[in-house]
């Protein structure tokens, strides 16, 4: 037993050796114009997807998502920051898109939808993907009510016809951070900043009228 032990850690050696050399003398090919074997390509896909799902199970999905006024916000932040590489209804291609490894989904195709997909398309959107050119759009300050917009938007984009795309965008706030709940605490602040703008304005109306 202690010699297969010793072999099978002799060859986890050997190979990591191997490995090692083969990095050191650059022979793995990390342009983007040459593709992974499939055999790797669908060992990174299997890692990747196990991944989002392992830390996407715990998200809570809101229940409006199908709400009109955050699918027309999310218009606004798909045009600005994701329609070049995910593409719209009635484009099949873009520039940056093709020199894109590996190529992203063409979000505006129909996918089959599971209980999982929106919690999934929110992990995505606020933390990313490694060395697939999709970034953490919260680090830019995207906010998780502005990425549950976007995150309904997408539910809504494959039914979409190109006139019906460019409309919602049309109809949106544009490119904008705040989602739902950001805009009800703007609201809000905007709301305490008109009453005390108020009560000073009284005040100094009682000070007029003592004097």
């Not at 074997?37 to 990747?48: D, F, G, L, N, Q």
């Not at 099949?92 to 398309?121: M, Q």
């Amino acid at each position: 037993m202690k010699k297969i032990a010793f072999s099978v850690l002799g060859l986890l050696g050997l190979g990591a050796s191997v490995a090692a050399l083969l990095i050191q003398l650059g022979v793995p090919d990390f342009s983007a114009d040459t593709p992974h074997s499939p055999i790797v390509y669908r060992i990174i896909e299997w890692a990747r997807e196990q991944s989002i799902a392992h830390r996407a199970a715990a998200i809570a999905v809101p229940t409006d998502l199908a709400d009109v006024g955050r699918i027309r916000r999310g218009a606004g932040n798909y045009e600005a920051m994701c329609r070049q590489c995910h593409l719209a209804p009635g484009t099949e291609d873009s520039e940056i898109r093709k020199g894109l490894y590996p190529p992203p989904p063409n979000l505006a195709k129909p996918v089959i939808e599971s209980n999982s997909t929106d919690a999934r398309r929110f992990w995505i959107i606020k933390h990313g993907v490694k060395a697939s050119g999709m970034p953490a759009w919260s680090k830019g300050g995207m906010e998780d009510g502005a990425i549950w917009d976007l995150t309904a938007f997408l539910k809504a984009l494959p039914g979409l016809s190109p006139d019906e795309y460019r409309q919602h965008v049309e109809t949106s706030e544009g490119h904008s951070h705040r989602g739902m709940d950001g805009q009800a605490s703007n609201q809000k602040t905007e709301e305490r900043h008109e009453q005390h703008h108020d009560e000073k304005a009284h005040a100094h109306e009682d000070s007029e009228q003592a004097h």
